[in-house]
């Protein structure tokens, strides 16, 4: 094999492909990324055995063939090369990088060894506008689980009605959100995993460009600007939000999104690597009091707010409110409360195509 090729665009197609090496395992194969030339392109291609990413560049191709190169050591190597040309060829010690007037070689494996990768399209598709997806992601991914107690809430549930329905939940808070599709085949839901959904988004640069995705065998394939995802679903049941959010409430508190933010993080501050991390709301009169307290002093502070209903005093984990608050886009938002005991939602106050649920904590002093 031997190929010329821009150096920044290799080490960026190094670099993108090498997220989807396996991290800890007994195969080195899989911690390598294989390098095809063929025609006038080399193909990258990654895969930790669930998730894959594969990335095409071009290149002057003297000599086809392909090679396995452990991915992060190559990811690190071209990283620290000028923007060049470069030449890489094989050779009996392994891939031999050609740049200025200097040599390095990188010890390879065999392509033969590298797991096979399917990467037909699947039967059935949905095709959506690369920013509605990617602010769907946005305003989800963050409230999946991180553990593996229930492996399927690392996931994010996405429901194909007249608009996709994404929910993602890890036990102590939800996030809802929804957009627009232009097609799709048929009406049906998947579990794509968070991880999947992080690098999907980073594909996506051009907003008003349509997007397809395809699912198929409990996998999911979708390509974008020269880098094709295809990544295993999660398959079984996932906790139904008709279950999880409630139907009305006792309070309704509406009041300026990003002044509430600021006192939330000033208040957060205090209580940075508490177990809890907790935060109080005291709602009542014509604002929003917030107080936090820890060794290390107290916050307490008002902002005007405009209430419905009843007085109520809430605490919860700071975090969680801020992540909320900071997904939400427009400058006021809504928080409906039923008791100091039962989940709370935010939204905006006009567009409600997202929606936040977070439960309180109940040992707040």
């Given amino acids: 094999m031997k190929f010329v090729c821009d150096g920044l665009s ?63 050591l190559l990811a690190d190597f071209l990283g620290k090369l000028s923007d060049e040309e470069i030449t890489v060829k094989t050779e009996e010690r392994g891939m031999e990088i050609c740049y200025r007037d200097a040599s390095s070689v990188l010890q390879t494996l065999p392509a033969s060894e590298f797991p096979e990768i399917a990467l037909e399209t699947g039967e059935n598709y949905f095709v959506m506008k690369q920013g509605a997806l990617k602010k769907v992601i946005a305003e989800t991914v963050f409230c999946c689980a991180q553990d593996d107690s229930r492996p399927i809430l690392k996931g994010c549930l996405f429901e194909f009605k007249d608009k996709l329905e994404a929910t993602a939940l890890d036990g102590y808070r939800l996030a809802l959100s929804s957009q627009e599709l232009i097609a799709g085949n048929e009406e049906r839901s998947i579990i794509c995993p968070a991880r999947t959904l992080t690098e999907l988004a980073r594909m996506l640069t051009a907003d008003d460009e349509d997007i397809t995705v395809y699912t198929q065998g409990g996998n999911l394939l979708v390509t974008a600007d020269g880098t094709t995802i295809v990544s295993r679903l999660y398959q079984g049941e996932f906790v139904r939000k008709e279950n999880v959010v409630p139907a009305s409430f006792l309070t309704e508190v509406t009041l300026p999104r990003l002044d509430l933010i600021s006192s939330v993080e000033r208040a957060a501050i205090l209580i940075r690597g508490d177990k809890n991390n907790l935060v109080t709301l005291e709602v009542g009169g014509e604002s929003v009091k917030i107080r936090s307290a820890s060794d290390a002093g107290n916050v307490f502070e008002s902002v005007g707010a405009n209430i419905l209903g009843k007085d109520i005093t809430i605490s919860m984990n700071a975090k969680y409110l801020l992540d909320a608050l900071r997904a939400l886009g427009e400058e006021e938002c809504v928080l409906s409360f039923n008791s100091a005991i039962s989940p709370f939602i935010l939204q905006n106050k006009e567009k409600k195509d997202s929606l936040y649920l977070i439960l309180p904590v109940r040992n707040a002093q």
């Fill in 10 to 72: 290799l080490s960026e197609a190094v670099t993108k492909t090498s997220k989807a090496c396996a991290i800890r395992t007994t195969a080195p194969i899989m911690e390598c990324v294989k390098l095809s030339a063929k025609s006038d392109e080399v193909i990258l291609l990654a895969t930790d055995g669930e998730f894959s990413i594969r990335k095409v560049i071009k290149a002057e191709v003297f000599e086809e063939g392909e090679v396995c190169v452990a991915g992060k």
